[in-house]
C-alpha cells in the first residue's frame, strides 16, 4: 500500500509542478474519484457463486434453519416476511418475540401460515426483553441445521429459491457468512411528501448494492453484511467466543456498551477477524425486498435510522482500523474505498473544496475558457452520482424530477454524518421504542446459553436429515426450563 501511495504522490507532484493549491486539489480528487473507478470495474466483473447443478452440499429443506426476531407479530409486514420464508421451504422457522403479551400475539401471528405450509416446522419462544442481539443469542440452542439464515420481520424474499442461491457460496467450506441482493419497496400512490422519502430509502440501499458487490468483487471485503437476510453458518453462532462478544460488544477503549444495534457490524467484523471468507449473492433469486421511508412519521423515522446508520459507521470502521486490525492486511482496497474513506466522505464538504481549489488553481486561470473547465468539473462531480442510482431511475423514470432534491438530501446528509460523530455514544436503537416496549419486563441478564457445539456440521446434534428432496418436519424438543411454544403440523 505503501508503494501505491507514493506512486501516486510522485504523479501528483510531477503534474502539479510544485504548484500547492493544483496539488491540494489533485490529491483530493483522486481521493475521493479513485475508489469510484475502480469500483465501477469491480461492479461488472464481479460473479456470483453459481447454484451447483447436482450433488450440492446443502439444500434448503434439511441444512437451513430461518430466525425471524420481531417486536411487530401484527404489523402490516410481519406475515408477507413469514409466509415468503416459509414459501422457501426451510427445514425450521424460529420467530423469537420479547415479553408475554407479545408472544401470545405471534402465537395467533403465525398459526395460520403453519396451516399454509404443513412442512415447515415453526417454533415460537421469547425473551424477556426486546433486545436483537439476546433474541438471536437465545434461540441458537434450538438450531440444530448447519445454515442459519437471519431475517428481519420487514423483508420479503421474492423467489421461492432465495435459500438455493443463498447456499451456493457456502459449498466454499471457508465462506462463513453470505450476503444477499436488497431493494427497498417502492410504493405506488403515495404523496409528493411520502414519494419522496420512499425514494430516498429506495436510493439508500441501491447505493449498498453498488458499493458491497464491487468491493467484494475486488478484495472480498464489505463494509457490513446486513442483517437484513444473512446466512451464516451455525457452528460460528454457537461458538462461545463469538455468543460473549455478540452478547456484550463494548466500544471507545471498553467505556460504553453493551451495544443493541450494529449486530451485523459486529457478525461481519467477527468473520474477518476469524478468517472467514464473506461473499455477497447478488443474484435475481437472491433478492430481497425491505420497507424504508414509509414508517411513520415518515421523516421523524428516516433521519433518524440515517443517524443510527451513521453512528454504526463510524464506531464499525473505527474498529475495524485501529482495534481489531485484520483488515489491513485481508482487505487492503477495502481500508482505503470503504475504511478510510467514510471518514472523510462528506460530500457537502468534499465537493466545495473541490471546486474552491480548482477555481483557485492554474488549470482554471490559463483555460481557454475557465466557466466551461468549471462546467466540466460539475458535470462529472453530478455524473458519479447518477452512477450509483442509475438503475432505480431507469427502472421509476417518473421518479426522475426528484433528482435534484436527491442530491441536496446527499449533501444534507453531511450534517446527519457530522452529528452522528459528535453523538456516536447514542446507541439507542433509533426507529423503534424498544424501551416502551421493555417497560415492566424483567431482565433476563442472568440467563446464560447452554455450552455448544464445535465447528463442524458432521457434529450437529439431532439432525435426521430425511430424504434430501423435500422439507423435513420436526419436533424439535425445548431446553429444559425454557419459555417456549413449539408449533407443528402433522
Not at 490529491?27 to 447454484?51: D, E, S, V
Not at 428481519?152 to 441482493?181: C, M, R, Y
Request: overall charge neutral; proline content about 5%; hydrophobic content about 40%.
Amino acid at each position: 500500500m505503501g508503494l501505491v501511495v507514493g506512486f501516486i504522490h510522485s504523479g501528483i507532484k510531477n503534474l502539479s509542478k510544485g504548484e500547492k493549491v493544483l496539488y491540494y486539489f489533485l490529491a483530493l480528487f483522486i481521493w475521493r474519484y479513485l475508489r469510484f473507478c475502480i469500483n465501477i470495474i469491480g461492479f461488472w466483473t464481479y460473479k456470483a457463486a453459481p447454484m451447483p447443478k447436482s450433488n450440492a452440499n446443502y439444500h434448503p429443506g434439511r441444512d437451513v434453519t430461518v430466525v425471524i426476531p420481531t417486536v411487530d407479530p401484527l404489523g402490516v409486514d410481519f406475515h408477507e416476511c413469514l409466509t415468503s420464508c416459509a414459501r422457501n421451504g426451510p427445514r425450521k422457522i424460529i420467530i423469537v418475540t420479547a415479553g408475554e403479551d407479545l408472544y401470545e400475539k405471534t402465537l395467533g401471528a403465525v398459526a395460520p401460515v403453519m396451516d399454509e405450509f404443513p412442512l415447515v416446522n415453526f417454533l415460537v419462544t421469547r425473551t424477556e426483553i426486546a433486545n436483537k442481539r439476546k433474541q438471536v443469542a437465545h434461540v441458537i440452542r434450538y438450531i440444530n441445521t448447519p445454515i442459519t439464515v437471519l431475517v428481519d420481520d420487514h423483508v420479503f424474499w421474492n423467489s421461492p429459491d432465495l435459500l438455493k442461491s443463498l447456499l451456493a457460496p457456502f459449498e466454499d467450506n471457508q465462506v462463513g457468512i453470505v450476503g444477499t441482493n436488497k431493494r427497498v419497496r417502492r410504493l405506488e400512490g403515495l404523496s409528493v411528501w411520502r414519494r419522496f422519502w420512499n425514494m430516498l430509502g429506495c436510493l439508500y440501499l441501491d447505493r449498498h448494492n453498488f458499493e458491497i458487490r464491487a468491493t467484494n468483487a475486488i478484495d472480498g471485503g464489505v463494509f457490513v453484511v446486513s442483517g437484513r437476510t444473512v446466512g451464516i453458518r451455525t457452528c460460528i453462532l454457537e461458538d462461545k467466543q463469538f455468543q460473549a462478544g455478540y452478547l456484550h460488544e463494548m466500544f471507545f477503549f471498553g467505556l460504553l456498551g453493551p451495544l443493541n444495534p450494529d449486530d451485523d457490524n459486529y457478525i461481519a467484523r467477527y468473520m474477518v477477524t476469524n478468517g472467514w471468507k464473506l461473499r455477497i449473492q447478488y443474484t435475481n433469486d437472491a433478492e430481497i425486498e425491505t420497507t424504508v421511508g414509509v414508517g411513520e412519521p415518515v421523516h421523524t423515522k428516516f433521519l433518524g435510522q440515517c443517524r443510527r446508520w451513521a453512528r454504526s459507521t463510524w464506531r464499525s470502521n473505527a474498529s475495524s482500523l485501529f482495534t481489531e486490525g485484520t483488515v489491513w492486511a485481508t482487505q487492503p482496497y477495502c481500508v482505503y474505498a470503504v475504511y478510510l474513506t467514510s471518514f472523510t466522505n462528506f460530500a457537502l464538504f468534499t465537493d466545495a473544496a473541490l471546486v474552491y481549489l480548482f477555481t483557485q488553481s492554474s488549470w482554471y486561470f490559463d483555460a481557454a475558457e475557465p466557466k466551461y473547465a468549471l462546467a466540466a468539473l460539475l458535470s462529472w462531480i453530478i455524473f458519479t452520482k447518477t452512477i450509483k442510482v442509475f438503475r432505480y431511475f431507469s427502472t421509476y423514470p417518473q421518479d426522475i424530477w426528484l433528482f435534484p432534491a436527491y442530491v441536496l438530501f446527499a449533501y444534507f446528509h453531511s450534517f446527519i454524518k457530522l452529528w452522528a460523530l459528535i453523538t456516536f455514544y447514542d446507541h439507542a436503537w433509533s426507529g423503534r421504542n424498544l424501551a416502551a416496549l421493555n417497560k415492566g419486563e424483567k431482565k433476563d441478564d442472568a440467563k446464560e446459553l447452554p455450552p455448544q457445539g464445535l465447528c463442524d456440521d458432521g457434529d450437529i446434534s439431532d439432525l435426521d436429515i430425511g430424504p434430501s428432496e423435500s422439507p423435513v418436519l420436526l419436533k424439535p424438543m425445548a431446553p429444559k426450563g425454557s419459555q417456549s411454544a413449539t408449533i407443528t403440523k402433522a
